[in-house]
């Protein structure tokens, strides 16, 4: 593992990603029944085998949990990102696409004739069905988790997710249906068929605007603010931009590799915008820049990465400042110690990685008790002070400040948190001191 992360270390700084993560991205590999959480730097957080082959996934937006459909099955599997493990599995009838709602309660599973299979996120218990009248092959959740959308080759439903009721629906004729999509408005809802992709009312379920470029969309995402709308063509090799009301295609790149799952990571809603797509034929994730459509981090995951989910992790471990501003009196003495406090909110125990500082060698950790494994509602505290050193020799003023970091992290950093360590002079500046190794 750590030759592994190394690995993508050297291609990540070499494309120059931003050397923080924002996003958890699970990529579900058919060819290896498994599925992998990866950050949106291309970190790898674990692989969980699964019983047999998956068809389909999706994963809570603020959880640390996927849930896999069994591909030509009847089983939905959860897995749990802390302990790459399989914790649940329930029966939802010949699974065919997973949908999570917004607000982390209920999975969807379009489960053909089935209808809609409704499962407590929670619980990973089965909690009802809805039959539609035609066999379901996808389903979407309104962006308030009120409304369900079933979809189908030959018609649509629109769901109360309270009642658990059909309240309208229309038959079409559609075939080979491919990637689906709802607008972060609710509004609309995106389907891809042999008609290429359609835009749908999702009041009236009338088809509002339709495109037909590069064949059927096997994969689509919308940008952050919803104005635009990505769509993977797997059989072209290409990835194309459209205005999301008229699907009027803004850019079209080449990405090859057979791309197929695509999704927004994190960094696209607040700093540099990628994407993340599965390329189904070279077994490889690649992170594309949203505004250009160009490649900027290719990271091997194996098997065919036919479907991939971002979730924006809650902040569950906190820290009590944002940073520490150090003084000192003399060069001899330094600063006397700070502390700064983290909590563990997630409500189970959290393990944590060593604590690091960086930057200047001059500030020390005193105390430490972030260690091991933090309980939930626990608190750990560690201490640092200054201590004003420089090679020796060499002339030091005593105005001169230091800056560093003290790193405290989840283990797999999942979570990491950075305090800010600043160590300066309290004293007026006098002529600088000579500073020697004893």
Same mark, same amino acid.
């Given at each position: ?16 990603? +931003? ?28 692989? =969980? ?52 709602? +917004? ?128 769509? =993977? ?55 594309? &820049? ?27 471990? &906190? ?92 283990? +797999? ?26």
């Amino acid at each position: 593992m750590t030759l592994y992360r190394s690995f993508l270390l050297a291609i990540l700084t070499a494309t120059m990603l +931003p050397l923080h993560a924002d996003a958890l991205v699970w990529v579900m590999s058919q060819g290896n029944h498994s599925v992998t959480l990866l950050d949106d730097l291309g970190w790898s957080y674990g692989t =969980t085998s699964l019983p047999a082959m998956p068809g389909s996934m999706a994963a809570l937006n603020g959880g640390r949990k996927a849930f896999v459909a069994e591909a030509f099955g009847f089983r939905l599997w959860t897995v749990d990102a802390l302990t790459s493990a399989v914790t649940a599995t329930t029966s939802v009838g010949y699974a065919q696409h997973v949908a999570t709602s +917004p607000d982390e309660s209920r999975v969807y599973v379009a489960s053909n004739s089935y209808g809609v299979v409704v499962v407590d996120a929670a619980t990973s218990n089965y909690v009802g069905q809805v039959f539609c009248g035609f066999d379901v092959k996808r389903v979407l959740v309104s962006p308030d988790s009120t409304r369900i959308y079933a979809i189908g080759e030959s018609g649509v439903a629109r769901i109360d997710a309270a009642t658990r009721m059909m309240t309208a629906s229309r038959l079409w004729n559609r075939t080979q249906l491919g990637a689906t999509a709802i607008d972060r408005t609710g509004a609309r809802i995106y389907v891809a068929s042999q008609f290429g992709l359609e835009s749908l009312d999702t009041t009236t379920l009338a088809i509002r605007s339709e495109a037909l470029t590069n064949g059927i969309p096997s994969g689509l995402a919308f940008r952050n603010d919803g104005a635009v709308l990505f769509a =993977t063509h797997s059989a072209a090799g290409r990835l194309t931009s459209a205005e999301s009301v008229a699907l009027i295609t803004l850019r079209s790149g080449t990405l090859g590799g057979a791309p197929g799952p695509i999704v927004e990571t994190k960094h696209g809603g607040s700093g540099a915008p990628y994407l993340a797509v599965g390329k189904t034929a070279t077994g490889e994730v690649a992170f594309v &820049n949203q505004n250009t459509l160009a490649t900027v981090a290719t990271v091997p995951v194996g098997g065919q990465p036919t479907s991939i989910a971002a979730t924006w992790e809650p902040t569950y471990f &906190n820290q009590s400042t944002p940073s520490l501003d150090l003084t000192y009196q003399t060069l001899a003495a330094g600063s006397t110690a700070q502390s700064v406090t983290f909590s563990n909110t997630s409500g189970r125990p959290v393990p944590l990685a060593p604590v690091t500082v960086l930057g200047s060698p001059s500030f020390l950790v005193t105390a430490n008790s972030c260690t091991g494994t933090l309980a939930a509602g626990g608190t750990c505290t560690v201490s640092v002070r200054c201590q004003p050193t420089a090679p020796p020799g060499t002339y030091m003023s005593t105005k001169q400040t230091f800056s560093g970091s003290l790193r405290v992290s989840t283990s +797999p950093a999942l979570q990491v948190r950075s305090v800010g360590l600043k160590c300066r002079s309290s004293v007026p500046s006098f002529p600088g001191t000579a500073f020697s190794a004893n």
